[in-house]
C-alpha cells in the first residue's frame, strides 16, 4: 500500500467542467504538496498546504487533517490544463502519489 | 530571478562510465532537493541536503549514487558506474527554508546505452 493515494488515476474532463482529484495519505505530515507535470515533463508547484483552503485562480486545494485527506479542484477547465497531477507529502518523509493524468477536451 | 538551473538537460552515457548532475538553485535558496522519475513511473525522491549537509538520504540507492551541496556552486548528484536502470529525468527542487514551496528545475534526461 502506497503511503499517498491519488484518485483517478486518468481523468477526461469537457472543456468548462469542474474537476477534483483527490489525495489520501496515511503517514503524519508537515505539509501536503500539489504539483503539476506539464506534457513536456516541467514541473510546477501549485500548492503547499497544511491545513484548509488555498485558491489561485481556477485552482482551489483542500485538506482534511483528520481525515488525512486532500482534494484539487478546477473550476472552468481548459484544455491548458491537460497535464499529470501530483500530490506529495512531506514530513519526516515524502511521499508522491502515482498522479492523476488530465486531459480537457475543447 | 533566475529559477532553478539543471545542466545539462540531456546526458547520454555508456554503461560504466560516470554521470554528474548539476542544480542550481534559486538565489536565496539553501535547501535542495533530488528526485527521480523513471520511465512511465512516478517521482520518488532521492536526497535533501542543506548548504554542506545531507539531511535525508533515505531515497538514495545505497550504492554508485551521492549527493553534495558544497558551500559555493550548485549541488552535483553523482552517479558511478551507471547501469541501463538509471535511465530517468532527474529533477532538483530548492526552497528558501525546509519545509517551504520547493521550486523545480526543467530536470535532466540521463539515457544510459
Known amino acids: 500500500k502506497n503511503e499517498v493515494e491519488q484518485s483517478p488515476q486518468n481523468l477526461t474532463a469537457q472543456e468548462g467542467e469542474f474537476i477534483t482529484i483527490n489525495c489520501s495519505y496515511s503517514?503524519?505530515?508537515?505539509?501536503l504538496h500539489w504539483l503539476q507535470q506539464h506534457p513536456g515533463g516541467g514541473i510546477v508547484s501549485l500548492f503547499m498546504?497544511?491545513?484548509g483552503k488555498k485558491k489561485h485562480g481556477r485552482l482551489i486545494a483542500t485538506i482534511n487533517i483528520q481525515e488525512k485527506h486532500s482534494s484539487l479542484h478546477i473550476t472552468a477547465s481548459h484544455p491548458r490544463d491537460s497535464a499529470v497531477y501530483i500530490c506529495?507529502?512531506?514530513?519526516?518523509?515524502?511521499?508522491f502519489g502515482t498522479g492523476t493524468s488530465l486531459t480537457v477536451i475543447p | 530571478n533566475a529559477g532553478v538551473m539543471q545542466n545539462p538537460r540531456h546526458l547520454v552515457r555508456r554503461r560504466g562510465q560516470e554521470a554528474r548532475l548539476r542544480c542550481s538553485p534559486m538565489?536565496?535558496?539553501?535547501?535542495v532537493y533530488w528526485y527521480r522519475q523513471l520511465p512511465e513511473e512516478g517521482l520518488k525522491f532521492m536526497v535533501y541536503?542543506?548548504?554542506?549537509?545531507?539531511?535525508?538520504e533515505s531515497g538514495m540507492p545505497k550504492e554508485r549514487f551521492s549527493a553534495e551541496f558544497p558551500k559555493e556552486g550548485p549541488s552535483i548528484l553523482r552517479i558511478q558506474q551507471v547501469v541501463r536502470g538509471d535511465s530517468a529525468a532527474y529533477f532538483c527542487?530548492?526552497?528558501?527554508?525546509?519545509?517551504?514551496?520547493?521550486?523545480f528545475g526543467p530536470g535532466t534526461r540521463l539515457l544510459v546505452l
Open positions: 506529495a507529502s512531506t514530513g519526516n518523509q515524502f511521499y
Open positions: 503517514v503524519g505530515i508537515s505539509a
Open positions: 498546504l497544511s491545513s
Open positions: 538565489k536565496g535558496h539553501s535547501h
Open positions: 541536503l542543506q548548504k554542506e549537509n545531507i539531511i535525508d
Open positions: 527542487a530548492s526552497s528558501p527554508g525546509v519545509w517551504e514551496t520547493q521550486y
